[in-house]
């Protein structure tokens, strides 16, 4: 609960699923209101539910240094109650309203949301405006809470040697970017936290001008408008907002190589990730064809990666390649692979390469290419079944720098995307002078 | 202001909006039995497919064979190779799933109206001629045997072996279904085939379609999907002899945080008690931030990052189950405040609000849960290897609704067993006293 997000290479097993590529242009209005906040509304009349989101364009990204979790722990702190509600109130009026509340935080964004029925819209949107800007807290909130997220640490990191390794790759990844700090905060710099440094953050970034409403399910866009305005609309915009701009990575010139051993791996593995572009807006051409390209790569059984090294070669168990189009900043292409019995981590990651290179020189087969794009016109209709996927789509997009505009041209763009562009993409972003390479292992074993 | 405009929209707010699912219960001309939504409004169709038994039919000494069987399903059928088939489905945008469990083979659908029938012919093929190639089956094995090796040092798998293995002991519920090293080592093509015959057979299947299909149409579509497989199954495990006797195993391993199972006897779907026990196990450790468990555990002391508790029915045993996670210095306490939480529900009962809160909450959480085509075809499966009749969409929120706190605090009373509590907790836990009873 209160999730994190954590960010890709989830597991090894997971491939990014197709329904990450396609939106759909139907059902879908967008409009802002006076103060700067922009409202998204996604309508599905199938039944009487709505899905009721506030994403703020404030994550661990945005965070001062040493002050690492801060984002992620004010999350946290906003169930703890404001100038008119008791800590804890807000979750158990939803509950008593049969709905169900959360939230979660990335590198670029915090989002909280309710699910309820579609005639109790006006009642989450008053508690949720409420937090936006009257959070009132005390210090035995802060400690007991500090003590929860450190055991959410322990339960989502601390107990598991892939998600330590995860947290160095990225640390290894990013000499300069927050996105080498771990979404959740290094522990002793979580141990520190404190309600200053939470408020500092709330105080910066909660406001109607940096945060995106998305109301997906049985309502209209004037019915939304109208909600929206009484509660939202009544908050003034924040003048000193700051200009979102991180500190960039530079370019990457050297590659990088890191070994983890624990004790607690009985299955090595070998990863590789690629400093990438992203989706910008009105320019994500090169995203979709790098997007097309983890499909080819590593999409599934009938991918490159998996007909050499699985079928073929039978050198991996299981291999995978994904990439996180979707992000404000410099993103990852990564592979990964899990070697047969027998096979070493240095031959794994030999044949990896080498069937890098053959990729490079072969190019993608049509026909691979062709049923991609067929699944991607799938997901159109697929999605449509979700509204409330739907709704996170729009919300993470938002709040990294694309627009409604983006998010509907996206489908077409991986369409029209051709092979040469596909190549292209790949020849500039599968560089090992701007890798990391991971191998996660048990310790040696000592006579 | 808001406390005050919350307590008037209570008022006016106290009936939940009514689930309206139009399910019918559908017969093939062949004579299977299946229960259809119809809703044209977007152009694909979900179908779920439930075959009773799964893992628990694993023949004796061949643990993992109805596993390793349903993972080789998509890996080639017919006259292609698993290449051959993934590249058939993906070529049609078709999704398959194909999943196992202790009590059942679960396989599902999403096909596109404008290539439906030759999507489902794929999805034939994968059911009734699978191919089981030795070198498919070869790979296969080397995957599971890849996920085996990493249970053997993740936490939350050694809890799940040491806990089913303690409650369990010989039941097919007491091993893992994905078998072990040895017994999937030793597996051989003969094994895969029986256990395909054992476990997916007409007798057994339940069938579930939500989307864009008439009557008529899912009829011929599944007498076709289906017609191939053999009627009769294997026999059903019996009831597990469940062994529950109170107290702590530890199971030591290096790591920072001790996860932790925890089980008493459950209440079963058809006793007349399991509305009463279903509620106040809402109450006492279910889902939200609200339940006792969580306010105590996490809310007040933050000894956790999440505490829950749940009725667990399986087809073969009815537990109550709980689990934790606390560094290895707190999990000591945080069972010694489940244990407290588990006797003073039992002792003094639920308040008449608490009873309210929840009933409102599952009555008008129950609704929510049916957006989508897909979730609404996992829930109408459910609810047939439930036994639950057609009506009970319509009807379950009233039987919420008619326990009375003096029913509640009676099963309470009765059921709950906090010195049978049996805890199994993995990791370094300090100052536990470790004792099955």
Redesign the interface.
Known sequence: ?RNLTVWLFAALAAILPLSVMAETTEQVTSFTLDNGMQVVVIEDH????VTHMVWYRAGSADERPGVSGVAHFLEHLL?KGTK??E??EF???V??????DNAFTSYDYTAYFQ??????LD?VM??EA?RMVNLQLDESDI??????????R??RV??SPGALFREQKGATQYLNHRYGVPIIGWRQEMEALDLEAALEFYEMYYAPNNAILVVA?DVTPEKVRGLAEKHYGVIPANPDLPERSRPQEPPQLAERRMTMRD?????PYVTRSYLAPERDSGAQQEAAALMLLAELLGG???SFLN?RL??DK?IA??VGAWYSATSLDDTTFDLAL?P??GVSLQQAEDALDEALIAFLETGPDP?AL???K??V???E??D?????GQARRYGRALTQGLTVKDVQAWPGILQDTTSEQIMQAARRVLDRSQSVTGWLMAPEVTQ | MIRILLSLFLLVAALPARAEVDIKDVTTPGGLSAWLVEDHSIPFVALELRFRGGASLDAEGKRGATNLMVGLLEEGARDMDAQGFARARDALAAKFSYDVSDDAVAVSAQVLTENREAALDLLRASLSEPRFAPEALERVRQQVLSGLRSAQTDPRDLMSKAFDGLVFGDHPYGSQLEGTVESVEALSREDIIAAHERALTRERVYISAVGDITEEELGTLLDDLLGDLPQEAAPLPAEADLNLPGGIEVVPFQTPQSVAAFAQRGVDRDDPDFFAAFVLNHILGGGGFESRLMTEVREKRGLTYGVYSYLADKDAAQLWMGSVASANDRVAEAISVIRDQWARIRDEGVTAEELQDAKTYLTGAFPLRFEGNGPIASIAVGMQMNGLPLDYIANRNDMVNAVTLEQINRVARERLDPEALTFVVVGQPEGLDEQVN
């Open positions: 609960m199938r039944a009487p539910v169930f008119t509600m800590p804890g979750s158990s009026t509950a008593r309203n049969g709905g169900s699910r309820i029925a579609a005639d109790r009642l008053g508690m409420d400690a007991t809470e500090r003590d929860v997220i450190i055991e959410e322990n339960q601390e107990n399910g004790a607690r791996v009985s299955q599934g059984q009938t007909e699985q079928f039978q168990v299981q899990v047969a019995a026909d062709e049923r991609i067929m699944q016109r799938a997901e209709i697929y449509r079944d979700d509204a409330a």
